[in-house]
Nanobody, 124 residues
Framework: VQLQASGGGLVQAGGSLRLSCAAS????????MGWFRQAPGNEREFVAS????????SIADSVKGRFTISRDNAKNTVYLQMDSLKPEDTAVYYC??????????????????WGQGTLVTVSS
């Protein structure tokens, strides 16, 4: 399975970005998908997860109310809509796929496949 993340960039505080992650080479509709981020000097942290059908999501408290995760199984793509961005959201954002668990998954170590990351920079 290959994951290709895109949509990062430079945005001012209060702005919005939408990240996309396109999957190929596997059965996308059977993967729990997640977004994680890693800022310089920090560990990779959970941002959002979505189950197979999109009926269940989990959002980190730090971004709840500002970020939304969604998926389009027909397009093999998962999205992260990021609104009201803050400078502390600056990080490399990674998408990931979990092929072993049907429900949302917050644990970095339980994901099987990772994209290459896309940089989001929020200026103040």
């Amino acid at each position: 399975v290959q994951l290709q993340a895109s949509g990062g960039g430079l945005v001012q505080a209060g702005g919005s970005l939408r990240l996309s992650c396109a999957a190929s080479g596997g059965t996308f509709s059977r993967y729990v998908m997640g977004w994680f981020r890693q800022a310089p000097g920090n560990e990779r942290e959970f941002v959002a997860s979505i189950n197979w059908t999109g009926s269940e999501t989990s959002i980190a408290d730090s971004v709840k109310g500002r970020f939304t995760i969604s998926r389009d199984n027909a397009k093999n793509t998962v999205y992260l809509q990021m609104d009201s961005l803050k400078p502390e959201d600056t990080a490399v954002y990674y998408c990931a796929a979990d092929k072993n668990h049907p429900g949302v998954n917050l644990a970095v170590l339980l994901y099987d496949y990772w994209g290459q990351g896309t940089l989001v920079t929020v200026s103040s």
